[in-house]
């Protein structure tokens, strides 16, 4: 207790100096602190919205050529071949397997095209348009925030109507109410806007937006403005994820039964694959941006072992004295060296302060993303652990030095 008293006296006599030695400590603490939380809640981020979207099984045509091109990278795809070509799939099939598969409760199926979407004089490059089948708006659960859903005529008659995201109705229209009841352009072809939507999957990993905002149309009109197939991706909606692989490999049968291809097979997308891959790179990056913070920990300990060598100097005649009066070796040794974790503690609580008040800053902005930043209590733990483990390693030499004194010679120091 006595060499912790002796510590805080000799910190606090020298206030701005034990600061400017905690800098590095209190910088490379917040900042390890903060691409931990970052890293953290960007794992989070993406597992919640993939869970969620794991229920829609993406069940698609790898062709005998996709096929041969995973066994070869070198082969070359003939546009002629059939074998290139997924067959059209008719709704009737799709609605029927779903129906017929046991933990199947819906499907949806959708097309897209990217497209330049046009307002008198505003434009927005690069929209994705998805086409949408009727059973898509139940099971995606998009929010209609302005005007109406498309209705049953809609999908049965052809009429250029579509809807457009919150996003996008703001950057042409300034807000959702001005939007409704225009006419945009859209690949030089008028379009009513009948609704504007929020996606609650808006800004995450899974929603797979382009840089210029979302649109949703009925699959026939896109098929037929765009010459895109009808019924291009297929999504089957399960009741138990942990069943995905076995429900994927029974309806890609079935497809592949009702369709008539042979030289073809229906595989299910795995998101589990995204997930671990998304999880990979979030690791890499927190790890590679921590290991540069972690420098100035280093830089930061590296400060602190040169200020202890000057407090050793300066402070030769104490010791001297105390050890004149029968202080041990051990004594000497636990002083300086406690002085110096208590310094690295003392920066590693500041920095994990500035770390809580950045995490807390940024929050609101990164929520819109659905990566919330979370200090967990072992990172808490850890970075106190640290601090003290690198005032431990970078008092060693000044305390041991300081204990190694002769104090006859100490005595006599000037």
Sequence with gaps: MENWKFALSSILSHKMRSFLTMLGIIIGVASVVMIMALGQGLKK??????????????????TKAEQEAEKNPYYQVDASDSSAKAPDIQEAWVEKIAQDTKGVSGYYITNSKTATVSYRKKSSKNVNITGINRTYLSIKKFKIIAGRSFTSNDYDKFGRIIMLDANLAKKLFGDNETALNKVITLSNKSYLVVGVYEDPNAGTATYGTTSGGNAIMTN??????????????IYFHINDVSQANKIGKETGAALTKISGAKDGLYE???MDNIVKQANQMASMYTIAFGVIAGISLLVGGIGVM?????????RTREIGLRKALGATRIKILNQFLIESIVLTILGGLIGLGIAYMGVTAITPALKAQHIVPAISLQVILISIAFSAFVGIVFGLLPANKASKLNPIDALRYE
């Design 45 to 62: 981020g993406i597992s919640d919205q993939v869970n969620k979207e794991q229920k829609n099984l993406n069940v698609y045509y790898k």
């Design 220 to 233: 026939t009109q896109v098929a037929s403005e765009f010459g895109v197939k009808e019924n291009d991706q």
């Design 268 to 270: 299910n997308y795995n």
């Design 306 to 314: 040169n200020i202890m060598l000057v407090s050793v100097t300066e």
